[in-house]
C-alpha cells in the first residue's frame, strides 16, 4: 500500500512531462502539415538524378573496362 503514495506522484510528473512535450511539438509546427509526407512517398526520385538512372549503358561500361561482350 506504501508504494501507492510513490507510484501516483510519479504518474502525475510523468503526465505532465508528456503534456509539456505534446504542446512544445504543437508549438514547433510538428503537426502543421500530415498530408505531404504521406503523399511525397508516391513520387518517383527519376527527376532528381537519382544514381539508378544513369547515362552509361551495360555496353559502354564494357568497353571501358575492356571485358568481353
Request: aromatic share 8%; no cysteine.
Amino acid at each position: 500500500m506504501d508504494i501507492i503514495y510513490v507510484l501516483v506522484p510519479l504518474s502525475i510528473v510523468l503526465i505532465g512531462i508528456a503534456t509539456l512535450v505534446f504542446f512544445w511539438a504543437v508549438r514547433s509546427g510538428q503537426f502543421d502539415d500530415m498530408d505531404s509526407p504521406a503523399h511525397k512517398i508516391l513520387f518517383d526520385d527519376d527527376e532528381h538524378g537519382s544514381p539508378s538512372t544513369s547515362t552509361t549503358t551495360a555496353t559502354d561500361q564494357q568497353k571501358k573496362t575492356g571485358t568481353p561482350e
